[in-house]
C-alpha cells in the first residue's frame, strides 16, 4: 500500500459493500442558490458523523458533484435517504459498494535540512510526488492518489517535521461506463 | 414609475406593448395556480406586490396583525383544506416572524408557500435596511427555498414551488423576491412553467404489500398506528375500508386524528403520552404493527425499545428516511398511504379472526375508560371538550392551542371526518390555535370553527381578533382559563416537587378584552352555564366570540406516560 505502484484499487471491491473504512457518498447536486449550505445544514443538523466534504465541478456547468466521507462505522443509509429528499440533489450513491477510482490532491510542506534532503527526495519519488517548491528550510511535495497512500507518505515525512498539510479530499468515478 | 398598473412602452413598429412589471406576474402566476386567499403583511420592501394586490380583487388578502399569525394562518387554511396555504411578508423583519409558523409547517408536513419580499439584489449582503438572510434562516425549516434573481423566472419558481409543497410528503416552501425583481418591467416570462421534476403518488410495491397482508393474516394482537400521512394522503376511506373489512383495531396519533371516524367501533383514540390507556396497552401487547403515516415521534413512542417490545412492524409511509429512522421495520413500504391502503384492503377481502384480542381490548376499553368528576362548583376542562363534542356532534372543526387543553380536545374530541382537528403537533407552538382557526375560517366559511385554546397560548397571538372581526369570521374562541402555563405546573407538581416558577398568569378579562375587539365576550364560572354559553357560542354568526371558561386551576392532564418512559411507568386518572 505505502508503494505506489501497482495501482491500489485495482483490487476488488468487499464483497459486502466495504463493511470496512470510512462510507463515501456521491452526490450529484444542481448549482442553485445554496446548495451547499443545504447538504451541509442537513448533514450538521441530523448530527450526522461526517469525516469530509468535497465539491467538484463537473462536465455540466449546472451540475456539481459533492463527496460526503462519513467517519468509520457510519451507515450511509439513512443520509443517503435524506440528501435524497433535497429537492436540488439528483442522485445519491454509496460509493463504498462499488468498483471506483478514487484520487486524492495533497501538497506538504516539509522541514528539511542539508542532512535530511535527500531521503525526503527519495520518499517523493518512491510516492511519485513531485517537488513543487524548494527552499533552504522547507520543501513542498504535490502528491495524488488513493487517501491511503496520501496517508502513508505524510506518517513518513512527519518524523522530518510537516509545517503545513492541505488535502483535496477525494474525487471519485464509477470505473466503466456506467455513471457515477 | 413601476408602481403604474400597466406601462406602454413604445416598440420599433410603432405598436405600443402592454409592459408588465414582476410584481404583476407575481399575483397573476398567483391566481393562476388558483390562489384565492392570502395572509399577509405589507412593508417597504413588498410594496411592488402589494400594489399589484390592488387590482387583484378576486385574491382575499387577509391583513393580519402579526406575520406569525400570517403563518400560522396558512396552516390552517392547508390542513382544513389540503390545499397549499399562502402567506406573504415583507423583508427583514416580517420574514422572521414567520419562521414559527414555517417551523410548524415543517414538522408536521404542511403544504404552505411563504412569499417574502427581500431588499433589492444590489445591495443583499450589505446590511441594507431589513435585509435578513431569509434563505438563510428557513434553511432547516422548509423543504426547499428560492431566491428570485429574474422576474421572467416568476412563474416557473412559483408554479415548482407550489408543487414541490404539495407534492410527496408536503411542507413549507419559501419563495424570496428581491424588490428589483417585483419592480422591474419585463416583457415576456421564460416561457410556460417547466414540467414540474416532481414524481406523482407512488405506487406500493406487490410484494411488500403480500407480505404485509401475510403477517396481519397470522397476527394474533394486531393494531393500526394511523397518523396525519392518512390525512394528507386522503386516506381515510381507504383506511376505513380496510378496517371494516379485516375488523383490525386502530389508534391514532394526535396529527392522525380524524383519519378514521373515533366513534367508530374499531377506533382505540390517541395513543401515546396522554393517549387512552386502552391504545397504549394494545400497542404493547401488540404482535404486529401496521404503522402508516406516521414518524414514531417521542410523544407515541416513549422509551422507543420499550414501544410494542413484541410487535412486528409494518411501515408505510411516502418518505423513505422515516423507515427504520428510529424503529425497524420488518416491511417497509415506501408508498403514498392510500394507494397502500387500497391494495392491502384488496389483499384482505376477510376478517381476521381477532375475537379473542377484541375481549381483551374490550376489557380495557370497559376497564380504563377516560374520566374525570364534573361537581357542582368548578368546571372541569375535560367537561368543556366533552359538552362541545356533544353540541357540536363532533362535526365542527376544533382546532386547538398548545398545552393541557390541546391533550383534554385531544381525548375527548372525537373527530368524524380528516382535517376537523388540526392541532399544533411535532413543533408544539403555543399562539397557534387561534391564528390557525382564522385559517380555518377563511378556507371553510361554511364551517363550525373552535378555536379552543389555553389562556396562555391566546395571549400569544390575540391581537389578531380584530383581524376576525374585520373579516367576521364567526370563529368561537374557548379558551380554557386556568391562570397558569397549565402544562408546565403540573410537570411542576410532578417532576419538580411543586415548586412553581414563573407559571402563573395574572389574565385580562377575556369576555371584556373581545369586547374591545368589537367581538362578542362571556364569561363562564359555574358547571351548569357551560351547555348555554357553549351554544350560544355557537350560534354566533356575524364575527367571533370569545367564552372565558374558568376552570379547575389544579387540573391534571391524565393519563400520562412521563417523557421518556413506557406504558408500565403509565400514571393512571
Known amino acids: 500500500m505505502a508503494s505506489a505502484a501497482p495501482a491500489p484499487e485495482a483490487r476488488p471491491p468487499a464483497a459486502n459493500g466495504a463493511e470496512r473504512g470510512p462510507r463515501t457518498l456521491g452526490v450529484l447536486v444542481e448549482m442553485r442558490t445554496a446548495v451547499l449550505e443545504r447538504v451541509a445544514g442537513l448533514l450538521r443538523r441530523r448530527g450526522y458523523p461526517v469525516r469530509e466534504l468535497v465539491l467538484g465541478r463537473t462536465e455540466e456547468p449546472h451540475l456539481a458533484r459533492l463527496f460526503v466521507v462519513l467517519e468509520e462505522g457510519a451507515s450511509g443509509e439513512q443520509v443517503a435517504k435524506n440528501l435524497n429528499k433535497l429537492v436540488d440533489v439528483r442522485r445519491v450513491a454509496d460509493l463504498s459498494a462499488q468498483p471506483t477510482v478514487v484520487r486524492e490532491l495533497a501538497l506538504i510542506k516539509v522541514d528539511v535540512t542539508p542532512g535530511t534532503r535527500q531521503e525526503v527526495l527519495l520518499a517523493a519519488r518512491v510516492f511519485r510526488a513531485r517537488v513543487v517548491d524548494m527552499g533552504e528550510r522547507t520543501l513542498t511535495l504535490e502528491v495524488s492518489g488513493r487517501p491511503e497512500k496520501v496517508d502513508a507518505l505524510y506518517r513518513l515525512l512527519r518524523r522530518h517535521g510537516v509545517r503545513e498539510l492541505v488535502r483535496s479530499g477525494p474525487l471519485v468515478l464509477v470505473r466503466g461506463p456506467q455513471s457515477t | ?573
Not at chain 2, 25 to 31: A, F, I, M
Not at chain 2, 138 to 162: G, M, N, Q, W
Not at chain 2, 193 to 198: G, H, I, N
Open chain 2, 1 to 573: 414609475m413601476a408602481t403604474s398598473a400597466v406601462q406602454a412602452t413604445p416598440t420599433g413598429s410603432g405598436r405600443e406593448v402592454a409592459v408588465r412589471i414582476g410584481a404583476q406576474v407575481l399575483v397573476e402566476t398567483l391566481r393562476r395556480l388558483g390562489v384565492t386567499a392570502i395572509f399577509g403583511h405589507p412593508g417597504g420592501a413588498a410594496l411592488p406586490i402589494y400594489d399589484a394586490l390592488y387590482d387583484a380583487r378576486d385574491i382575499a388578502h387577509v391583513l393580519v396583525r402579526h406575520e406569525q399569525v400570517a403563518a400560522h394562518a396558512a396552516v390552517g387554511y392547508a390542513r382544513a383544506t389540503g390545499r397549499v396555504g399562502v402567506c406573504l411578508a415583507t423583508s427583514g423583519p416580517g420574514a422572521t416572524n414567520l419562521i414559527t409558523g414555517l417551523t410548524d409547517a415543517y414538522m408536521d408536513s404542511i403544504p404552505v408557500v411563504a412569499i417574502t419580499a427581500q431588499v433589492p439584489t444590489a445591495v443583499i449582503g450589505r446590511d441594507a435596511f431589513q435585509e435578513a438572510d431569509v434563505i438563510g434562516l428557513t434553511l432547516p425549516i422548509t423543504k426547499h427555498s428560492y431566491l428570485v434573481r429574474d422576474p421572467a423566472d416568476l412563474p416557473a419558481v412559483l408554479a415548482e414551488a407550489f408543487a414541490v409543497a404539495a407534492s410527496g410528503r408536503p411542507g413549507p416552501v419559501v419563495v424570496d423576491v428581491p424588490r428589483d425583481v417585483s419592480q422591474t418591467p419585463l416583457a415576456a416570462t421564460r416561457g410556460e412553467p417547466a414540467p414540474s421534476r416532481r414524481p406523482g403518488p407512488r405506487a406500493p410495491h406487490p410484494g411488500q404489500i403480500a407480505a404485509a397482508a401475510a403477517l396481519l393474516r397470522e397476527a394474533r394482537r394486531p393494531v393500526v398506528y394511523a397518523g396525519g400521512g392518512v390525512i394528507s394522503a386522503g386516506a381515510s376511506a381507504e383506511l376505513t375500508r380496510l378496517v371494516d373489512r379485516t375488523g383490525l383495531p386502530v389508534t391514532v396519533t394526535l396529527m392522525g386524528k380524524g383519519a378514521i371516524d373515533e366513534h367508530h367501533p374499531r377506533c382505540l383514540g390517541m395513543l401515546g403520552m396522554h393517549g387512552t390507556v386502552y391504545a397504549n396497552y394494545a400497542v404493547d401487547a401488540a404482535d404486529v404493527v401496521l404503522a402508516v403515516g406516521v414518524r414514531f415521534d417521542d410523544r407515541v413512542t416513549g422509551r422507543l425499545r420499550d414501544f410494542a417490545p413484541q410487535a412486528r412492524f409494518i411501515h408505510i409511509d411516502i418518505d423513505p428516511a422515516e423507515i427504520g429512522k428510529n424503529k425497524p421495520a420488518h416491511v417497509p413500504i415506501v408508498a403514498d398511504a392510500r394507494a397502500a391502503l387500497a391494495a392491502l384492503a384488496d389483499a384482505l377481502p376477510d376478517p381476521l379472526p381477532l375475537e379473542p384480542w377484541w375481549r381483551q381490548l374490550g376489557e380495557w376499553q370497559a376497564r380504563y375508560p377516560l374520566r374525570y368528576r364534573q361537581g357542582d362548583d368548578v368546571i372541569k376542562p375535560q367537561f368543556v371538550c366533552e359538552t362541545l363534542a356533544r353540541l357540536t356532534a363532533d362535526r365542527a372543526v376544533v382546532v386547538t392551542d398548545v398545552g393541557q387543553h390541546q391533550m383534554w380536545a385531544a381525548q375527548f374530541c372525537r373527530p368524524r371526518a380528516p382535517r376537523t382537528f388540526i392541532s399544533s403537533g411535532g413543533l408544539g407552538a403555543m399562539g397557534f390555535g387561534f391564528p390557525a382557526a382564522l385559517g380555518a375560517q377563511v378556507a371553510r366559511p361554511e364551517a363550525t370553527v373552535v378555536a379552543l385554546v389555553g389562556d396562555g397560548g391566546f395571549q400569544m397571538t390575540m391581537q389578531d381578533l380584530i383581524t376576525a372581526v374585520e373579516w367576521r369570521l364567526p370563529v368561537k374562541v374557548v379558551v380554557l382559563n386556568n391562570g397558569s402555563l397549565g402544562m408546565v405546573r403540573q410537570w411542576q407538581e410532578f417532576f419538580y416537587r411543586q415548586r412553581y416558577a414563573h407559571v402563573f398568569l395574572r389574565n385580562p378579562d377575556f369576555a371584556r378584552l373581545a369586547e374591545v375587539f368589537g367581538a362578542r365576550g362571556r364569561s363562564v364560572r359555574r358547571p351548569d352555564e357551560v351547555e348555554a354559553a357553549l351554544a350560544w357560542a355557537l350560534a354566533v354568526q356575524d364575527g367571533p366570540c370569545v367564552l372565558d371558561v374558568h376552570v379547575d386551576p389544579q387540573e391534571n392532564c391524565l393519563p400520562m406516560i412521563p417523557s421518556g418512559q413506557s406504558v408500565k411507568e403509565m400514571i393512571l386518572g
